[in-house]
């Protein structure tokens, strides 16, 4: 029998680079009610990452978040013996938006300290030239804490956040140095594949520069054993919930474990 503390391929992955790719993560059936879902959100027109915590409401993406495995995929590649779910959101960039998201990381914004996962799950082909997801291979590890920034409707830079806040440092333009650093993105992902990433890799999306070619992707957020609740101030707020002490293990309340115990 496998010694349960040794690590699978797939955990050593995720540990050294920060990203993983897994491949049909999503059943048919789920792939076909997701999209549908996502047809039907994305009416209200707003810009591309608006679109965020559908899973608190009765529907498909509250089904898919309670019901599916995918609590179990997010324990299985971060080891850990519970996944609890922070919240979800859409990010669809439709044909000829040409902007690249720019390179962030993802935990600053949220009121959590210690290991997060993110299941950025394609319901389309994607690749480089529909906005395929760029990470900084390795970056989660780097203990840098970037300092969150405010974006335009496409998702590009416009202005920090929390410029006083001595815990943070200004992002260094990885677009521009990008040589100086090791980038990876995966050539292709199908409908149903999902990238598991930290909340501290660097990151950013390529625009999608097809004049047809949808990219839609639901990006789930989970906190793992060693995640701690840490509220901060405005720019966390929309996660606060006051049943949960700071510095307490992120799970219960507003989170709900979904995996384990
Ligand atoms: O899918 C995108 O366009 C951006 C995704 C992203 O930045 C994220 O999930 O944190």
Not at 84 to 91: A, E, G, H, V
Not at 117 to 131: K, S
Request: with cysteine; proline share 7%; charged share 25%.
């Amino acid at each position: 029998m496998k010694d349960r503390t040794t690590p699978t391929p797939v955990q050593e992955a995720y540990a050294r680079d920060g990203v993983v790719l897994l491949q049909n993560v999503l059943t048919p059936d789920w792939l076909e009610k997701l999209r549908a879902a996502v047809d039907e959100e994305i009416k209200r027109g707003e810009r591309y990452f608006a679109y965020k915590n559908m899973r608190e409401r009765p529907g498909t993406f509250q089904d898919y978040c309670l019901t599916s495995d995918i609590g179990a995929r997010v324990a299985e590649v971060a080891g850990s013996p519970w996944t609890s779910l922070i919240y979800d959101q859409l990010f669809v960039k439709e044909p000829d938006t040409k902007t690249q998201t720019g390179w962030h990381t993802d935990q600053p914004y949220w009121p959590v300290a210690g290991p997060i996962m993110t299941m950025w799950i394609a319901l389309d082909e994607v690749d480089p030239d529909n906005g395929a997801l760029e990470f900084v291979r390795g970056s989660h590890a780097w203990g840098a804490k970037y300092r969150p920034f405010k974006t335009d409707q496409k998702g590009a830079f416009l202005h920090y956040m929390e410029e006083g806040n001595p815990d943070y440092i200004d992002m260094p333009d990885f677009e521009a140095d990008r040589d100086r650093y090791d980038m990876l993105h995966f050539a292709h992902m199908n409908p149903g594949d999902a990238l598991a990433f930290d909340g501290m890799t660097v990151h950013s999306a390529m625009g999608n520069r097809t004049t047809t070619r949808r990219r839609r992707g639901y990006a789930i957020r989970f906190a793992v054993e060693g995640a701690t609740y840490e509220p901060r101030d405005s720019v966390t707020e929309w996660l606060h919930d006051d049943s949960l002490a700071p510095g307490a293990p992120f799970r219960g309340g507003r989170f709900p474990v979904i995996h384990g115990a």
